[in-house]
């Protein structure tokens, strides 16, 4: 079965910093591309950020470059967000996301988890 369970979420004030963490279970984690999303409320989902399998090259939303990093580790299975500098207009439920392409595309998602700031 396959799981990915965000952690980290929660209240933080403009300024304020978070990391959150995506631990995966039931895939072959080091072959696949992990993405973190957002969606905003009464807004569709974008993506925010994204690492490859190897963690070699990392893209980013405009909104959100110089402020979040994301890495994995491999070894344990885990995908980060580290948001910096975090601002009212981040205030989203985030979501991690596994994706693969082979013979068989295969896609996972998260149950989300909800990052609020706010004074």
């Known amino acids: 079965q396959v799981q990915l369970v965000e952690s980290g979420g929660g209240l933080v004030q403009p300024g304020g910093s978070l990391r959150l963490s995506c631990a995966t279970s039931?895939?072959?984690?080091?072959?696949?591309?992990m993405n973190w999303y957002r969606q905003p409320p009464g807004n569709q989902r974008e993506l925010v950020a994204t690492?490859?399998?190897?963690?070699?090259?990392?893209n980013y939303a405009d909104s959100v470059k110089g402020r979040f990093t994301i890495s994995r580790d491999n070894a344990k299975n885990t995908v980060y967000l580290q948001m910096d500098s975090l601002n009212p207009e981040d205030t989203a439920v985030y979501y991690c996301n596994a994706a693969h392409q082979g013979p068989v595309n295969r896609l996972y998602w998260g149950q989300g988890t909800q990052v609020t700031v706010s004074s």
């Open positions: 039931g895939i072959n984690f080091s072959v696949y591309t």
């Open positions: 690492i490859t399998s190897g963690g070699s090259t990392r």
